[in-house]
């Protein structure tokens, strides 16, 4: 998160850290008591590793009373996912049990109508990624406000030129932003999940170039159907 600032700690219980080694590979967040929703780019590079995915967390690294580390039972990337677009880049995983729910684990309902966040709409997103252009990397989770801007505008021939979908949706990249290790988190409007912070790689904090999130709502059969063929 670009010129955001550390969020109250555990104010956002859904928040997950997707982990390989004990190393954030991106952001992701709870749907239910077994699921986390993130983004499926974020395997680009594990060759085959599942990821472990961390609850309860404000630090990375120091103990918190919550805080617990979950082995991932499957991954289920979108199948429309691929590396050439931010097409259907959505992640599911089923963590090996379910967590163990309390005042830092917490599940955040997501959208379910499939109907456009108006421009202007302030939504908060928030994660574990870069705060800065140099790389630097934060211990403690960041958090950031962002005004949602029309798809014709994210479209527009000097933005993202025609490739952002009714799939997708944009937030104002003007200096505050999401950035790299922030994909996968959620972009929250009014206490809701609408969109994934897409993980295709993006110049950050760029009003050229508005941050581009998959939206949720129209993904809610798939979404379900996964979750229910795989609970048994
Ligand atoms: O965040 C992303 O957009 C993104 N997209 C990807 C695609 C493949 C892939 F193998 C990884 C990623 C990845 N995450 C990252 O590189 C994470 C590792 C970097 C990071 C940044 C800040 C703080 C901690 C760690």
């Known amino acids: 998160i670009l010129r955001g600032s550390e969020a109250r700690p555990h104010l956002k219980p859904y928040m997950a850290s997707l982990q390989l080694d004990g190393q ?20 680009e590079e594990t060759d085959g590793k599942l990821f472990q ?28 996912s691929n590396i050439h677009n931010n097409k259907d880049d959505l992640l599911l995983l ?12 917490r599940v955040l309902p997501f959208q379910r109508e499939d109907r456009d966040v108006a421009a202007d709409t302030e939504c908060e997103v928030a994660g574990w990624g870069t705060i800065d252009h140099s790389g630097r990397r934060p211990d403690k989770l960041q958090q950031v406000q962002r005004p949602v801007i029309s798809r014709d505008v994210c479209n ?4 993202h030129d025609g490739t952002v979908t009714r799939n997708m949706m944009c937030t104002d990249s003007r200096r505050k932003d999401t950035c790299k290790g922030d994909s996968g988190g959620p972009l929250v409007c ?7 912070v897409t993980a295709g790689s ?14 949720i709502a129209p993904y809610a059969a798939w979404i379900d159907s996964v979750m229910a063929s795989a609970d048994g």
């Open 24 to 43: 954030h590979v991106c952001g992701g967040f709870l749907i239910a008591e077994q699921w986390v929703l993130s983004a499926a780019h974020c395997t």
């Open 202 to 215: 993006r110049v950050c904090g760029n009003y050229k170039k508005p941050a581009i999130y998959t939206r």
């Open 156 to 159: 527009h021939r000097t933005r």
């Open 94 to 105: 089923q963590l090996e049990e379910k967590a163990e729910l309390n005042s830092d684990v």
């Open 53 to 80: 995915v961390l609850l309860g967390a404000h630090s990375l690294t120091e103990p918190e009373p919550h805080k617990r580390l979950y082995r991932v039972r499957a991954q289920f990337p979108h199948p429309g």
């Open 190 to 196: 009014d206490g809701v999940a609408e969109g994934v």
